[in-house]
Nanobody
Framework: DVQLQASGGGLVQPGGSLRLSCVAS????????MSWFRQAPGKGPEWVSTIDRSGGSTSYADSVKGRSAISRDNAKNTLYLQMNSLKPEDTAMYYC??????????RGQGTKVTVSS
């Protein structure tokens, strides 16, 4: 089974920053595009960002574009999401995902981000 251990979430004030990390295991990390999704309380899942296998190509949802940066370190089997200028509407559980589709088997347990003063 895929293992994706996300961390780095927490409580942050509006305008603040967080760096999420996700350590992957039990699959060949460098062979897959990786993504971040999020789910706010009472809402459905939302795609946030995707990075290709090499890290040379990235894409972002309009809601986070210009405020976030996805990256990866294939030597460390780790995916990152740097989020700046955080807004209350960024409050959600953030999941790292193997590939580009969120399924019950492609995601880890998530890390919670709360943006509040």
């Amino acid at each position: 089974d895929v293992q994706l251990q996300a961390s780095g979430g927490g409580l942050v004030q509006p305008g603040g920053s967080l760096r999420l990390s996700c350590v992957a295991s039990r699959f060949i990390f460098g062979s897959y595009a990786m993504s971040w999704f999020r789910q706010a309380p009472g809402k459905g899942p939302e795609w946030v960002s995707t990075i290709d296998r090499s890290g040379g190509s990235t894409s972002y949802a309009d809601s986070v574009k210009g405020r976030s940066a996805i990256s990866r370190d294939n030597a460390k089997n780790t995916l990152y999401l740097q989020m700046n200028s955080l807004k209350p509407e960024d409050t959600a559980m953030y999941y790292c995902v193997k590939g580009i589709r969120l399924t019950s088997t492609s995601r880890g347990q998530g890390t919670k981000v709360t943006v509040s003063s």
